[in-house]
């Protein structure tokens, strides 16, 4: 299995990004996919996520700007960032939920907000 981001970048403040995060055969659901951020020093942290029963879960730093959505025909899942500020700067890792206790991680994308 694997998970591919794409669409991170360089944005200055007050910009937009979309992140695409497609999965490789072996998933067969975005129900539980969902997206991460880490930050130089910082713990990694949940951003958004498309949760089991249908509803979604958002960081309280990103609500009202990041929305997460999903093409489950495609096993695809988008976070379109808005109000973007430079403490958004991190690398963003998709996640799935992999059985268990376990889960698949993207590569990481980086974002960095800055003018």
């Known amino acids: 299995v694997e998970l591919v981001e794409s669409g991170g970048g360089l944005v200055q403040p007050g910009g937009s990004l979309r992140l695409s995060c497609a999965a490789s055969?072996?998933?067969?659901?975005?129900?539980?996919m969902g997206w991460y951020r880490q930050a130089p020093g910082k713990e990694r942290e949940l951003v958004a996520r498309?949760?089991?029963?249908?509803?979604?879960t958002y960081g309280d730093s990103v609500k009202g700007r990041f929305s997460i959505s999903g093409d489950n025909a495609k096993i695809e899942v988008y976070l379109q960032m808005n109000s973007l500020k430079p403490e958004d700067t991190a690398v963003y890792y998709c996640n799935a939920p992999a059985g268990g206790p376990f889960e698949y991680w993207g590569q990481g994308t980086q974002v960095t907000v800055s003018s």
């Open positions: 498309l949760n089991r029963d249908g509803t979604t």
């Open positions: 055969s072996g998933i067969f659901t975005i129900n539980g």
